[in-house]
T-cell receptor, first 112, second 115 residues
Framework: KQEVTQIPAALSVPEGENLVLNCSFT??????LQWFRQDPGKGLTSLLL?????REQTSGRLNASLDKSSGRSTLYIAASQPGDSATYLC???????????FGKGTRLHILP | DTGVSQDPRHKITKRGQNVTFRCDPI?????LYWYRQTLGQGPEFLTY????????KSRLLSDRFSAERPKGSFSTLEIQRTEQGDSAMYLC?????????????FGEGSWLTVV
């Protein structure tokens, strides 16, 4: 059974710093991994999706990497801004026709 | 393409009442998912459909819960005889095999409070 873990549960950093959010999964035979952002009381916004054959994906100031062999993914945020404050969730999918399994998320607070 | 739409956004109900949530997926998305999320937790899988067929149901989906997608478009999630433990946000999502990467898109969620 796939389990997804995100550490830390919460993180506060000063504005302008670069930061890394971590995601680990127990079964390395994943189909893809997706990172989401969730603002308080809102739904989830897809940020980046990495296929199992890929090592990383980039969108603007965001870069997500995937290392299947170690069961890890990271989300790198460059030059953080107060507007980046949110909960970031990663989710793993085991095969093309399967559901996605979430971690509990990392609550990020960027200090102005 | 207006995104995944959920209705109602908020529902307060008395314990023991029935509630129904509706989800309209992104048009032409053949897969539709329901998740439940409580405060401080990640979304938990409930069930999913491919077209009108319900392919998987979580053990979280007790006999009081039923989901349908009769014509392979919109879906409903009904909770009968609600309990306080049902209070959560119910999230709907959709995806398409035709979309690059099979990305899953979520709606804004339906908040349920059982009093």
């Amino acid at each position: 059974k796939q389990e997804v873990t995100q550490i830390p549960a919460a993180l506060s950093v000063p504005e302008g710093e670069n930061l890394v959010l971590n995601c680990s999964f127990t079964d390395s035979a994943i189909y893809n991994l997706q990172w989401f952002r969730q603002d308080p009381g809102k739904g989830l916004t897809s940020l980046l999706l990495i296929q199992s054959s890929q090592r990383e994906q980039t969108s603007g100031r965001l870069n997500a990497s995937l290392d299947k062999s170690s069961g890890r993914s990271t989300l790198y945020i460059a030059a953080s801004q107060p507007g980046d404050s949110a909960t970031y969730l990663c989710a793993a999918r085991m095969n093309r026709d399967d559901k996605i399994i979430f971690g509990k998320g990392t609550r990020l607070h960027i200090l102005p | 393409d207006t995104g995944v739409s959920q209705d109602p956004r908020h529902k307060i109900t008395k314990r023991g009442q029935n509630v129904t949530f509706r989800c309209d997926p992104i048009s032409e998305h053949n897969r539709l998912y329901w998740y439940r999320q409580t405060l401080g937790q990640g979304p938990e899988f409930l069930t999913y459909f491919q077209n009108e067929a319900q392919l998987e149901k979580s053990r979280l989906l007790s006999d009081r819960f039923s989901a349908e997608r009769p014509k392979g478009s919109f879906s409903t999630l009904e909770i009968q005889r609600t309990e306080q433990g049902d209070s959560a946000m119910y999230l709907c999502a959709s995806s398409s095999e035709q979309h690059p990467g099979n990305t899953i898109y979520f709606g804004e969620g339906s908040w349920l409070t059982v009093v």
